[in-house]
C-alpha cells in the first residue's frame, strides 16, 4: 500500500468515523434550519462575527448600476 493511498484511507475513515457523526450530532442548527459553521476542539457550537443571523458585506446585495 502506497503511503497516498494509507494516508486516503486514514481520512476517509476519520471523516465517516468520527467527523461527520459529531457534525451531524452538534453541527446541525435544528432551530434555524441549515448548519452551524464551525464547532470549537471540544466539540461545541463556536458563534462567529457575521455568521448567520447577521449582517455582513457578504450578504448584502449590491445596489444596481
Do not use: K, Y
Not at 461545541?44 to 457578504?58: F, L, M, N, Q, V
Amino acid at each position: 500500500m502506497s503511503g497516498s493511498t494509507a494516508t486516503f484511507e486514514q481520512l476517509r475513515d476519520w471523516l465517516f468515523r468520527d467527523a461527520l457523526p459529531l457534525w451531524s450530532a452538534i453541527g446541525t442548527d435544528r432551530v434555524n434550519g441549515g448548519f452551524h459553521e464551525r464547532l470549537t476542539p471540544a466539540g461545541r457550537r463556536r458563534t462567529i462575527p457575521g455568521g448567520p443571523g447577521s449582517s455582513d458585506a457578504r450578504s448584502t446585495p449590491s445596489p444596481p448600476p
